[in-house]
């Protein structure tokens, strides 16, 4: 089993940063991509950004283009820097694993909480 924590949530002024981490441990296996959702109330999971382990390729959100930056570090750290938030950046964001053998992880999520 793989397991993710995710940390550096919090709450935040607009135009605030924050910096998240998740870090994936257990049973041996190589991570092929890890990727950030988000989920806020009422609303379905979304992407934000994902990064491919083998060439550090990334990926964004329209919404999140030019403020977040998804980069890893070791063997299955992502880090998550997060600028100029926006109150509508509140919600709780949780990090994906997809290990070269195609299977899934989720962690338990952070909350990121935005005031105007």
């Known amino acids: 089993q793989v397991q993710l924590v995710e940390s550096g949530g919090g709450l935040v002024q607009a135009g605030g940063s924050l910096r998240l981490s998740c870090a994936a441990s257990?049973?041996?296996?190589?991570?092929?991509?890890m990727d950030w959702f988000r989920q806020a109330p009422g609303k379905e999971r979304e992407f934000v950004a994902a990064?491919?382990?083998?060439?550090?390729?990334t990926n964004y959100a329209d919404s999140v283009k030019g403020r977040f930056t998804i980069s890893r570090a070791g063997v299955n750290t992502v880090y998550l820097q997060m600028n100029s938030l926006k109150p509508d950046d509140t919600a709780v964001y949780y990090c994906?694993?997809?290990?070269?053998?195609?299977?899934?992880?989720w962690g338990q999520g952070t909350q990121v909480t935005v005031s105007s």
């Open positions: 994906k694993v997809i290990t070269s053998a195609g299977n899934g992880y």
């Open positions: 257990g049973r041996t296996f190589s991570s092929r991509a």
């Open positions: 990064i491919t382990w083998s060439d550090g390729s």
